[in-house]
């Protein structure tokens, strides 16, 4: 693949998918949005990859949308941005395979708004996360006021959206944004770790208990265990249903397909 701000790399049944445009602490604008397109299309068609990995670099995971772009934009290119970031966004979100983002420094507006996109945030030590977008005059448009409040509550949504001020990795973690907090040099390690046990997992049952709580979220109580106990029982016809009953009855690891 052709990829001129994104490294991408495969190894082990881990994709990972690094943002490299440093100079502009990775900075997102519409040629990171159609590279990741297509590398998310991928790691969805390839059985091999098993568990996908967003990272960036020691400074920043990525500090927001293009600002100089946004700064020359009008209300069609606005649409035109959003179109494309929410189409992607939905990509990754909807994968189902589980994800991971590994956040170290700034992870700003577009970059935590990404973020809130995979399954799993680890933050670095050094990370700062936030939706900067109110001081420069407008809101998130990538998700952030929905995918946010969903994720923390009203109230520590509103600090983070209407002050438009960063916060640090400890204080994400106690609001919930973020799973883990490890000190920088971890970072990899632990999200390889990570990924590592989520590759063990049979991925028929991830991907239905993926459909079940994001899908569940936007359904009412009674719809969302209705799903619920459609995809448990869909599981009971699986090979890997078999295999992980008779590897536990049998006291020994389960050897999924
Ligand atoms: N869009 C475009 N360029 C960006 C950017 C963004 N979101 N974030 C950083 N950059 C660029 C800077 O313009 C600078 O480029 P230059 O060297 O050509 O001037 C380079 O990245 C380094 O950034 P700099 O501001 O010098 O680094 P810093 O360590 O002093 O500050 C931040 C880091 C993240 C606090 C600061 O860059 C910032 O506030 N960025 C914007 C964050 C934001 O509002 N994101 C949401 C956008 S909707």
Not at 143 to 169: F, H, Y
Not at 190 to 212: F, H, N, W
Not at 221 to 246: R, S
Request: hydrophobic content about 45%; aromatic content about 6%; some cysteine.
């Amino acid at each position: 693949m052709d990829l001129e701000y994104i490294i991408f790399k495969v190894e082990d049944g881990i994709a990972w998918i690094q943002f490299n445009r440093p100079d502009k602490l990775n900075a997102v604008n519409a040629k990171v949005l159609e590279e990741l397109e297509k590398i998310l299309f991928q790691c969805e068609q390839d059985d091999t990859v098993r568990v996908i990995v967003l990272r960036g670099n020691e400074k920043a995971f990525v500090a927001g949308a293009d600002i100089k772009d946004m700064a020359a934009g009008d209300i069609q290119s606005a649409y035109a941005l959003t179109d494309l970031t929410l189409r992607v966004q939905e990509r990754l979100a909807d994968l189902p395979k589980p994800t991971i983002a590994a956040v170290s420094g700034f992870a700003l507006g577009g970059g935590c708004e990404l973020a809130l996109c995979c399954d799993f945030r680890i933050a670095a030590d050094n990370s700062r996360l936030g939706l900067p977008e109110i001081t420069l005059g407008i809101i998130p448009g990538g998700g952030g006021t929905q995918r946010l409040p969903r994720l923390v509550g009203l109230s520590a949504s509103a600090e983070i959206i209407l002050t438009g001020e960063s916060i640090k990795a400890e204080k994400a973690l106690q609001i919930g944004l973020v799973n883990k907090v490890v000190p920088l040099p971890e970072l990899i390690s632990e999200t390889a770790a990570l990924a590592g046990t989520l590759k063990q997992r049979p991925s028929m049952a991830l991907r239905a208990a993926k459909t079940a709580m994001r899908k569940g979220l936007s359904m009412s109580l009674k719809e969302g265990l209705h799903l619920e106990q459609d995809l448990f029982c869909m599981l009971f016809g699986t090979e890997d249903k078999k295999e992980g009953m008779a590897a536990f009855l049998e006291k020994r690891k389960p050897n999924y397909r």
